[in-house]
């Protein structure tokens, strides 16, 4: 008998349920850990985003955001001042009373000095959050924040509580309509249902990083759902076997070639504009990902109306990019490393590429790299020359501007357009200056920009509810369920 059938057939003696209230997901990455609030992987927010824990707003399938832990809120004149009016009722999974308390010591603590939050950005407008009587909070912000609701629906910004937040990495605490069952590390986290929110009895992620062995594992059974196939040559044999639904849609993943801008020779432009001009999308998107995938000229969703297509101004033109090299004074290349994670748009981008730049006369040594290596080597310390990864956050060009990011990229003019947008709350204005940026950023050739990572969804036909599109990194379940 199989390993994940017994893991089943233990669940429904432990939760009393049916077959049909259950479900197997396959994911391809195993988080560090599962505390949103002080951890960049999106593996986190596969898991527990929706699930587990909740914050005051959230996003939908389609991107809106939604009121969640706040049932409405009220902006005064100067869109300085917000007042939310928490969800009557809730409680943590240990039995704790979600109050406004726990509003203030969630943001106060993300926004600390010692923070370990890896989108403390998004908190940089407060000012000041207080719990005005246990239902309602007041968050003051010391400068015009158009985005703030937009900010808060990140997995970023969840509300812990301050009695088990230090627990959250191992044994996560929250609000949300499943709770936290137990995590076998190297093989799976399973989830309970909370609350009669949720339709499932249990979820199980289990963690499969190899492409051919998730198909393997939808094929016998072991698994029901893969939320993101990480084999998207099997899709057009899984389309039409008539067991499985195929679902391609969209993500927030702009998958760029990251170039170390602190390191030399990737501090001069013509550099980076070489790197743009030796690398063919279209080559990418069909030899890794067969043919899922769009391509981008920046770090911007094409599905977005602000969206500008810049693939023209770099178009695949190795001889531009010698000429280029040549007048940075390489004329005979040189050498760089190539650090890839685990997910395969990474590891067989990184060979095509490697190929790619090797005709320009840039030599490229890959060196893979597990996902907990790459936050540490790479997101934390910068340790690197290139990488590739899909950075799957919502609308998150304002990267380009922080004072410290991995990729170490510095433009006054950039910083100054993101600034004017933090106090611009017109849409046509919005939409404006996020154009600017990416031209700005194209035009720098800060990264290579690659393509939008498809989301390409595959679960047993009968299953009702799973997301077709990724406007975060989430597998929300609340509404999924079995038919009879």
């Known amino acids: 008998m199989r390993v994940v059938t017994w893991i089943v057939a233990a669940l429904l003696l432990a939760t009393g349920a049916s ?49 969640q832990l706040a049932t409405s809120w009220t902006i005064s004149g100067d869109g300085l001042t917000y007042t939310f009016a928490l969800k009557p009722g809730v409680k943590f999974h240990d039995g704790a009373a979600l109050t ?24 940089a407008a407060i000012d000041k959050v207080e719990a005005v009587d246990p239902q309602t909070a007041r968050v003051t912000l010391a400068r015009s924040e158009g985005a703030l609701l937009f900010n808060l629906a990140w997995g970023d910004a969840v509300i812990v509580s301050p009695a088990s937040a230090a627990g959250n990495k191992t044994n996560p605490i929250g609000t949300g309509p499943f709770r936290f069952q137990r995590w076998v590390q190297g093989d799976r986290v399973q989830l309970v249902r909370a609350d009669a929110r949720a339709k ?29 196939a990480a084999a998207p040559e099997a899709l057009q044999q899984l389309s039409v076997d008539r067991r499985f639904e195929v679902a391609v849609g969209t993500t927030e993943g702009e998958t760029i070639l990251a170039i170390n801008n602190a390191r ?19 080559a990418i998107i069909d030899g890794a990902m067969y043919g899922y995938g769009t391509p981008i000229g920046t770090h911007f969703a094409p599905h977005h109306p602000a969206y500008v297509d810049l693939t023209g101004l770099y178009p695949y033109d190795p001889a531009k990019a010698r000429a280029l090299l040549q007048a940075a004074g390489l004329a005979q290349g040189f050498k760089a490393t190539l650090k890839l994670p685990p997910p395969s748009y990474a590891r067989r981008g990184g060979e095509i590429i490697a190929a790619q730049l090797k005709q320009i006369g840039v030599s490229v040594e890959i060196v893979p790299v597990e996902w907990a290596q790459w936050l540490s080597q790479v997101f934390r310390d910068s340790d690197f020359d290139l990488t590739i990864v899909s950075h799957t956050e919502p609308m998150d060009i304002e990267i380009y501007g922080r004072e410290k990011y991995y990729f170490n990229y510095r433009s006054d003019p950039v910083r100054a357009a993101l600034r004017a947008l933090d ?25 290579v920009f690659l393509f939008q990572l498809a989301k390409t969804g595959v679960w047993r036909r009968g299953l009702v509810g799973m997301w077709r599109s990724s406007p975060v990194q989430a597998n929300d379940l609340t509404g999924v369920y079995w038919l009879e």
Not at 206 to 228: C, S
Not at 264 to 282: G, I, M, N
């Open 19 to 67: 077959a049909k209230d259950m479900l197997t997901l396959g994911v391809t990455l195993e988080p560090d850990h599962l505390d949103p609030t002080a951890g960049a992987a999106a593996a986190i927010d596969e898991i527990v985003y929706a699930n587990v824990f909740e914050g005051l707003t959230r996003f939908d399938e389609t991107g809106a955001v939604k009121p």
């Open 100 to 123: 406004s308390a726990d509003v203030k010591f969630s943001f106060d603590r993300a926004r600390a000095p010692d923070s370990v939050n890896a989108q403390k950005g998004l908190f």
């Open 200 to 228: 499932l009895a249990a979820a199980t992620f289990k963690f499969i990083p190899d492409p051919a062995a998730q198909v393997a594992a939808l094929l016998a059974g072991d698994i029901d759902v893969l939320p993101n």
């Open 264 to 282: 030399k020779p990737f501090d001069d432009v013509r550099v980076r504009q070489a790197l743009s001009y030796a690398v063919d999308r279209k």
């Open 423 to 447: 106090r611009t709350p017109g849409e046509a204005e919005r939409f404006g200056l996020y154009r600017q940026v990416e031209r700005l950023i194209a035009e720098d050739a800060a990264n």
